[in-house]
Nanobody, 126 residues
């Protein structure tokens, strides 16, 4: 059974940085496209950033481009989301996801993705 566990969320001020972690068990992350999504209150879950299974290619949404970076440590079977220059609009629950279909992931088709974590809250105050 594949399990994803996010950590690292919290309350920060605008302009601060935060790093989220997603520890994966049950299968190697090298088998998956790994991604981060987020969901703000009353809004649809939205795609944030993804990494292909090799970790070489990444794709980000326009709203976080140049501020958020995804990385992966295959030895630790963990994926990270480095978030810089945070804004109040980044406030959301952040979810880690794993799937084997790159185009499905970057299209933001969250309802069909294979594996999800439970989410971690990020709150950015102004």
């Amino acid at each position: 059974q594949v399990r994803l566990v996010e950590s690292g969320g919290g309350l920060v001020q605008a302009g601060d940085s935060l790093r989220l972690s997603c520890a994966v068990s049950g299968r190697s992350i090298s088998s998956y496209i790994m991604a981060w999504f987020r969901q703000a209150p009353g809004k649809e879950r939205e795609f944030v950033v993804a990494s292909d299974s090799s970790g070489i290619s990444t794709y980000s949404s326009d709203s976080v481009k140049d501020r958020f970076t995804i990385s992966r440590d295959d030895a630790k079977n963990t994926v990270y989301l480095q978030m810089d220059s945070l804004k109040p609009g980044d406030t959301a629950v952040y979810y880690c996801a794993a799937d084997r279909r790159y185009m499905t992931v970057i299209a933001g088709d969250h309802r069909s993705l294979e594996h999800w974590g439970q989410g971690t809250q990020v709150t950015v105050s102004s």
